[in-house]
Nanobody, 122 residues
Framework: QVQLVESGGGLVQPGGSLRLSCAAS????????MGWYRQAPGKQRELVAA???????NYADSVKGRFTISRDNAKNTVYLQMSSLKPEDTAVYYC????????????????WGQGTLVTVSS
């Protein structure tokens, strides 16, 4: 079984910064992609940023130049450095791990974290 544990959310003023972390644990053999999604009240969940095991990244247009995703493959951990935060960045941020393979299994898993709230407000 694989679990994702997120940390780093909270309240920040507009223009401020926050760093989210997400650590995967379990009998993990490999994780192809890790990423962050967010869901604001009354809106659909959307991709914020993703990174593959070889370092390729993808960002939503709304966060390009402000957010940076990074990954420590040895620790199965992904980070999201958020800067120049805006009130519209307020949402629950969810960590996602895609194409996860576990030791002894030939199938792929997709795993979600429980979410961490980011509130941008003065």
């Amino acid at each position: 079984q694989v679990q994702l544990v997120e940390s780093g959310g909270g309240l920040v003023q507009p223009g401020g910064s926050l760093r989210l972390s997400c650590a995967a644990s379990g009998t993990i053999f490999s994780i192809h992609a890790m990423g962050w999604y967010r869901q604001a009240p009354g809106k659909q969940r959307e991709l914020v940023a993703a990174i593959t095991s070889d370092g390729s990244t993808n960002y939503a247009d709304s966060v390009k130049g402000r957010f940076t995703i990074s990954r420590d493959n040895a620790k199965n951990t992904v980070y999201l450095q958020m800067s120049s935060l805006k009130p519209e960045d307020t949402a629950v941020y969810y960590c996602n791990a895609g194409r996860v393979t576990t030791i002894g299994s030939g199938s792929y898993l997709e795993v979600w974290g429980q979410g961490t709230l980011v509130t941008v407000s003065s």
